[in-house]
């Protein structure tokens, strides 16, 4: 019915049972400006890589899943203008048209699992958008993560989203939710959101262990960790709150909705902080990248 192609580095990782990292690509083509897109992918790559674990960057091309992008599919894909963003509502529909698309996190968890992969680091997930009450934009993000089990290791939530509310809809689903290394939630560029998060670890073995525990149990869906962005990148709380508010007021006003808020907000303070939180953003995939690969590595070590 479907076809999955693997890139090389990804099939000979599974051949030898060495640990994968699974990569959205909606980062990529929606979340970043080209060229830096395509230069953090690479190096997001090579972060995965050394240390110890092989990176499955996942889109649809031309109607085909694939787990893991060559080099000229990556580059690509990052200058390929008005690229779907495929979430599980869209992913089927993608690959049975035979459309080229970029997974979000939803859709990557979908297509790691398929492939075996139980890790995935990003950058920021998804989740409940401020006047959702009225809006009812919720991302499918959250849902997935109650139903797919990938660990997804992301620096917290973008202060764009309320994050309050994302916290409250994540345990209603039951999704544990994990500051890495500090008491507090985090808020994507920023190391602190106010929040606690629901739990805290402080060691990659400590996350595979609760990863495999729920499996045991025999508990859907995943885990999602919230590591904080490095210090030397973070933009405080403050410095943003008037930039986030700013781009809101803009996405209101010029009528942005659904699918388009996301991609539309980070542009707009991509440009407002004169690109310092394009810096940011490298930083912490970067770091998540590194803590993903030491999950996928724990997991593969331990003899459950
Ligand atoms: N948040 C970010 N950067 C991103 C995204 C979210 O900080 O690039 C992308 C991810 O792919 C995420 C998707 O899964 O946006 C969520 O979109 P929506 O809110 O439309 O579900
Ligand atoms: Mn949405």
């Known amino acids: 019915m479907y076809e999955i192609i693997y890139s090389s580095e990804v099939r000979a990782a599974q051949a ?5 990292v699974a990569l959205e690509s909606t980062i990529i083509t929606h979340g970043m400006p080209f060229p830096q897109n395509v230069e953090t992918a690479q190096l997001v790559e090579a972060e995965v890589r050394s240390h ?9 091309l031309n109607g085909t899943l694939h787990i893991g992008l060559e080099q ?6 990052a200058k390929t203008q008005g690229v779907a963003k495929l979430s599980r509502a869209d992913l089927a529909a993608c690959m049975a048209t035979g459309g080229t698309g970029a997974t979000t996190v939803a859709a990557t968890m ?7 992969i139980s890790v995935f680091a ?3 997930i998804g989740g409940v958008h401020q006047g959702a009450e009225l809006s009812f934009d919720v991302s499918a993000d959250l849902q997935e993560l109650a139903q797919t089990p990938v660990t997804v290791v992301a620096a917290g939530a973008k202060a764009i989203l309320d994050i309050p509310k994302t916290l409250e809809v994540l345990e209603t689903l039951g ?3 994990i500051g890495y290394g500090q008491p507090e939630f985090p808020a994507f560029w920023s190391r602190n959101s106010g929040l606690a ?13 609760a990863h495999m525990m729920r499996a045991a149990l025999g508990l859907p869906g995943g885990q999602l960790v919230g590591n904080p962005v490095p210090k030397e990148a973070e933009i405080s709380r403050d410095a943003l709150a008037p930039i986030i508010e700013q781009a809101q007021g803009e996405a209101q006003a010029q009528g942005i909705s659904g699918k388009a808020v996301t991609p539309f907000l980070l542009a707009r303070i991509f440009e407002l902080t004169e690109g310092r939180s394009l810096a940011t953003n490298i930083a ?4 998540n990248a590194r803590l993903a690969a030491q999950i996928a590595g724990e997991l593969k070590a331990e003899d459950w």
Do not use: F, Y
Request: aromatic share 0%.
């Open 16 to 20: 030898d049972s060495k640990p994968s």
């Open 52 to 60: 110890g674990a092989t990176p499955a960057t996942i889109a649809v």
């Open 72 to 77: 000229c599919e990556l580059e690509a894909l």
């Open 110 to 116: 979908i297509a790691a699992h398929l492939a075996g």
């Open 122 to 124: 990003t950058g920021g």
């Open 175 to 177: 999704v544990p939710v």
């Open 197 to 209: 998060a629901p739990l805290q670890m402080n060691t990659a073995g400590e996350i595979a262990k």
């Open 284 to 287: 912490l995939v970067l770091n």
